[in-house]
């Protein structure tokens, strides 16, 4: 079955050092990996996707991911962190089953930027 | 343009209640989705509908939970009767024909949180 993990509930960064949330896949075939943000009372916003090609992939907001199939990882990086960026960041998968596709998302981790 | 909305934003009732949650998504998008997430984990798919068909449906708990979205617009997610289990948030997320969880770009409601005492 396909399934992410996010081995970390929260990360903690200061204010304009580099952050890196982390997520690593269990696919079969090859996987469709996705990036979600979600701000405090706000629905989730999607970031960026790996589908094929150049393993950085760059999104919104400065974010990019690295996609590293030997160690079937696909972390979520920032050059430099803004408070703003303090929010629940998911990790998904593409899965299909049956005669649809279905996204399957991580438990989350939290980002805590502090001034 | 308008983002996908959901009503009520919260809502508490007692066990055994029913409960509707209602959702309008971006306009043109035909695919439809209800998600739950419980606090602190991801969001699981729920139901998904193809314009006014629900193309899947296996994670719905159909026992006590029904969704119907009349004309392929509008969709409603009820739940009866309610159990304190179901305590959760339910989003709700839309996307263009040809994209969705094809290719991930999902356009979420900022949900309906749901307290059941």
């Known amino acids: 079955a396909q399934s992410v993990a996010q081995p970390e509930d929260q990360v903690n960064v200061a204010e304009g050092n580099p952050l890196t949330v982390k997520c690593t896949y269990s696919v079969s075939g090859n996987p469709y990996l996705f990036w979600y943000v979600q701000y405090p009372n706000r629905g989730l916003q999607f970031l960026l996707k790996?589908?094929?090609?150049?393993?950085l992939v760059k999104g919104s907001y400065g974010f990019e991911a690295e996609f590293n199939k030997s160690q079937t990882s696909f972390h979520l990086k920032k050059p430099s962190a803004l408070v703003s960026d303090s929010a629940l960041y998911f990790c998904a998968v593409r899965s299909y089953l049956g005669s649809s596709y279905k996204l399957i998302f991580g438990s989350g981790t939290r980002l805590l930027v502090r001034p | 343009e308008a983002g996908v909305v959901q009503s009520p934003r919260y809502k508490i009732i007692e066990k055994k209640q029913p409960v509707a949650f209602w959702c309008n998504p971006i306009?043109?998008?035909?695919?439809l989705y209800w998600y739950l997430q419980n606090l602190g984990q991801g969001p699981e798919l729920l139901i998904r509908?193809?314009?006014?068909?629900?193309?899947?449906d296996s994670q719905l708990p159909k026992d006590r939970f029904s969704a119907e979205r009349l004309k392929g617009v509008d969709s409603t997610l009820k739940i009866q009767p309610a159990e304190l289990g179901d305590s959760a948030v339910y989003l709700c997320a839309s996307s263009v024909p040809g994209q969705g969880a094809g290719t991930g770009e999902l356009f979420f409601g900022e949900g309906s949180r749901l307290t059941v005492l």
């Open positions: 509908y193809e314009n006014e068909e629900a193309v899947d």
């Open positions: 790996y589908i094929t090609g150049d393993n």
């Open positions: 306009s043109g998008h035909n695919t």
